[in-house]
Structures are given as C-alpha cells and as structure tokens.
C-alpha cells in the first residue's frame, strides 16, 4: 500500500477519499524538519500552507511521485526540484474562488463603510461619531484589478452588477476580445490603473515578475483618497512602503488577508494602523471550501499514485514528456 504524509490534518472529507487505499501519515507539526524526516519513506504529500518544501526535502525522498496542495497556490513548492525528480506538483483550482471573491467585497466594503473605525468609537460610547461622515459609497467609484483571472472576474462582476462601480483592469496575459460585452476596461498601462483606482485589489499568482509588485512607487501614484486590498499573496506587497504610505496618508487605508512573512510577526507594523482590515489568510477558507479543498488534494494524490492526471498540475505536462523520451 502506498504511503501518503499529510503536513497538516485536512478535513475529513479529504480522510474519506484516502482511507482503505492509501497508508496515512500524518506529521506532528508543519516544520521543515519534522515533514522532511516523514517525507523519506513517503509516495505522496498533501500540503497546505505552513510548510516549505525545499529542493533537500524532495531530493531525499527517494519515493517521492506527488506533492497535492489544498488549494490553488503551489508557491510553497520548490517545483523546479520537483520537476527535476518527476515529482507532480498538483492543486486545486475553482472551489475557492468565489469565497475569495466575496472577502475581497467584504474588504471593500468595511474600508469604505469604516466599519472597524465606527464599531470601535460605537463601543466605547461615542455615539457622535455618527456625525464625522468618514463612511464613503461605492456607486461609481472605480475598482482596480490587477489581474483578471477567474477570482479577479468575480470581484469584477460583483463591483459592477452588485454595487454599480466601474472596473478597470490589468492583465498582460488576456486579451482584449475576452471582456467585449462586459464593462470591464482592460487598461494596457498597470500604472493608469494604480492611479486612477479608488480600490485597488490585486488578484495575481506569486512569480519572480509579480514579487514585489506594489512598491513605493506605485503607493505614490495611488489616489489619497484610495485603498489597496490584497487577498493574493503577501508577497505583492512590499510591507514597509505600505506602512510608510499610510502613514503619511498617501493613501486612505488597507485591507489585507495576506502578509510578506506568514504567519506575520505579533509586532508588524501594519497592526498598529486604524486604516487597515488585516485577517488570517482565510478568505478561501469557508467551511464548504475547506472540505472541497481537502477532497480535491486527496483526489489528485490518488490520480497521481494511479498514473492518472490530476485536476491541475504545475508540471504534469512536463514531467509525462520527460518520461516518455
């Protein structure tokens, strides 16, 4: 019987697909260390976000034929190593995608409705907080989208449909001809994008191209009166030119549910900010999503055992040439 090591414990959804075809393992913390030692008796992985898996950790696991992410980001994975031992590396696309969507909605609407500012003064008896006016609407104002995958289309569809807001878009990688009959702007200039937003949410997967992206640079160009919000990656984001640009309210506020470093330092910066929204990396992490998520990772690992393709690899593809020449 194949051995699959979970590094983490997944929903029991994801257990019932495993269980009577494969031998379980699961490791007693997510470090590098305890899932590397596992890993060398291992066929597969099924990994969700607190391990890295390192080119050491897949060279020395002699057994090793799929790591299966719990979601769609396979930024944890050294895939090239991976590809260099035939090792697929597989995740789950789709059933996170509106619940992503929707935080990201919800994100926008707190900041815009100052919802963290008016719950806090409401608490505390300052019921005149009332006749401030810091809450603004979202009919009319513009939503920035950098990137227009399939979560960046959802927030676009809401924004316009939901709330009557104009969408602007960023995407070096869609075509024109894929927005006509929508009203999504498909803008060729990032940066007319960053500046004209009065939301800017950031929908892009994490490459050496997209590390980084929002710099000070790109906080300068943004509307003062604008806020960025970011349920991609952490890694987007360089942390301390966003401090700095609020700060000096360059611009208006932030909603993050994701952090450079994960999990993020007790003491970051960006905590001690009235203008930021900030949640634990759990926009896709509803309780239907979880379970479709940990189903769908087991799934791909069997199909993988099986020499079956997975539902969505980085480099299966690749992997089946090598092995066929």
């Not at 929903?11 to 009577?20: R, S, V």
């Not at 976000?49 to 050491?56: D, I, L, S, W």
């Not at 035939?86 to 919802?115: S, Y």
Request: aromatic share 6%.
């Amino acid at each position: 019987m194949k051995k699959v090591l979970l590094s983490e414990p997944i929903d029991n959804a994801g257990m019932m697909i495993l269980e009577d075809r494969v031998e379980v393992v699961i490791s007693p913390d997510p470090s590098e260390q305890s899932v590397g030692q596992l890993l060398q008796d291992a066929d597969g992985l099924i990994l969700r976000t607190a391990t890295q898996v390192t080119r050491k950790m897949i060279e020395d696991a002699a057994h090793l034929k799929v790591i299966s992410r719990t979601g769609g980001g396979l930024n944890n994975v050294d895939i090239e190593a991976a590809t260099d031992c035939n090792v697929v590396v597989c995740g789950v696309k789709g059933p996170q995608d509106r619940f992503v969507a929707e935080h990201t909605i919800a994100f926008m609407g707190a900041l815009a409705k100052q919802f963290f500012y008016l719950d806090n003064e409401t608490r505390r008896g300052s019921f005149k907080s009332r006749f401030e006016y810091r809450p603004v609407g979202l009919a009319g104002k513009r939503v920035g989208l950098i990137g227009l995958g399939r979560i960046g289309r959802i927030v676009a569809e809401i924004s316009i449909k939901g709330f009557g807001m104009e969408v602007w878009a960023y995407d070096p990688y869609i075509e024109p001809k894929a927005v006509e009959g929508t009203d999504i702007v498909l803008c060729e200039d990032m940066e007319e994008v960053i500046r004209t937003a009065d939301f800017l949410s950031l929908h892009v997967p994490f490459t050496k191209e997209t590390q980084g992206l929002m710099g000070p640079k790109q906080f300068d160009l943004m509307k003062p009166t604008a806020f960025i919000i970011n349920t991609s990656r952490g890694e987007m984001i360089q942390e301390a030119a966003l401090v700095e640009a609020l700060k000096n309210e360059r611009i208006a506020g932030a909603g993050l549910d994701v952090f450079e470093k994960e999990p993020p330092d007790a003491q970051n910066l960006l905590f001690g900010l009235s203008s930021v929204i900030v949640s634990p990396h759990t926009a896709a992490l509803t309780r239907d999503t979880v379970a479709k998520l940990a189903d769908g990772a087991a799934q791909n690992a069997i199909n993988v055992l099986g020499g079956n393709e997975p539902s969505y690899s980085a480099n299966w593809e690749e992997i089946q040439a090598k092995v066929a020449q």
